[in-house]
């Protein structure tokens, strides 16, 4: 059992910054991964990042080179930096975790969901 809480979201003006935080609550153990993930107004939810505990990442062509995922494991905190924000960026972000193997972006292994926090970037 997971639960997991989202922080940072907010407005942003193109080409800013942000950072979103997500903490972990749950088994000592953990997930085997964890990831972010955005859904805006119409649109199908998406990967945008996975991190696993080999510490492989995967990201999303969209944001490739902007975005970097990482974990502070003493705080047992996922984090969303996000650099050179498009508008296309907006959307509704969420952090996402999963026991399972995570090879690809794919929303359908992660069972356990934050509430999401919002991200708008403005032009």
């Known amino acids: 059992q997971l639960q997991l809480a989202e922080s940072g979201g907010g407005s942003v003006q193109a080409g800013g910054s942000m950072r979103l935080s997500c903490e972990v609550f749950?088994?000592?153990?953990?997930?085997?991964?964890v990831g972010w993930f955005r859904q805006a107004p119409g649109k199908e939810r998406e990967g945008v990042t996975v991190?696993?505990?080999?510490?492989?990442?995967i990201y999303a062509d969209s944001v490739k080179g902007r975005f970097t995922i990482s974990k502070d494991y003493a705080k047992n905190t996922l984090y969303l930096q996000m650099n050179s924000l498009k508008p296309e960026d907006t959307a509704m972000y969420y952090c996402?975790?999963?026991?399972?193997?995570?090879?690809?972006?794919?929303?359908?292994?992660?069972?356990?969901w934050g509430q999401g926090t919002q991200v708008t970037v403005s032009s």
């Open positions: 749950g088994p000592s153990y953990g997930p085997n991964c």
């Open positions: 996402a975790a999963t026991w399972r193997h995570c090879m690809d972006l794919g929303t359908e292994k992660y069972n356990f």
């Open positions: 991190l696993d505990t080999d510490s492989r990442t």
